[in-house]
């Protein structure tokens, strides 16, 4: 998975180097993003925008599950805890 400053998320099969799908939500750069360390049961990406929101997006219907606000600049960095129902982000 990759993002850049076109707020594109691209989601990349490596072995046959072609992109998969986009995921198009974020209205500004998007600095970071990851899959949740369980991805066999939740099938998500998470991504930290200039736009400051996260976003949570399900992989599998290609779609935005939730936007979450709080921050008043940007975001630069998100992490999901990796045992519990958290993210952290900064």
Same mark, same amino acid.
């Given at each position: ?14 072995? &046959? ?5 986009? &995921?198009?939500? =974020? ?7 990851? @899959?949740? !360390?369980? !991805? ?7 991504? +930290? ?9 399900? @992989?599998?219907?290609?779609?935005? /599950? ?11 960095? +998100? +992490?999901? =805890?990796?045992?519990?129902? /958290?993210?952290?982000? +900064?």
């Amino acid at each position: 998975v990759s993002v850049g400053d076109d707020y594109k998320i691209k989601v990349w099969d490596y072995k &046959l180097r072609r992109c998969l799908f986009t &995921l198009l939500g =974020h209205l500004d750069y998007i600095r970071t993003v990851q @899959f949740h !360390p369980n !991805p066999s049961q939740f099938p998500w990406i998470l991504s +930290a925008s200039d736009d400051q929101t996260l976003r949570l997006w399900d @992989f599998n219907k290609r779609s935005c /599950l939730s936007v979450l606000t709080g921050h008043n600049h940007y975001v630069m960095c +998100a +992490a999901f =805890h990796p045992s519990e129902d /958290l993210i952290v982000s +900064a």
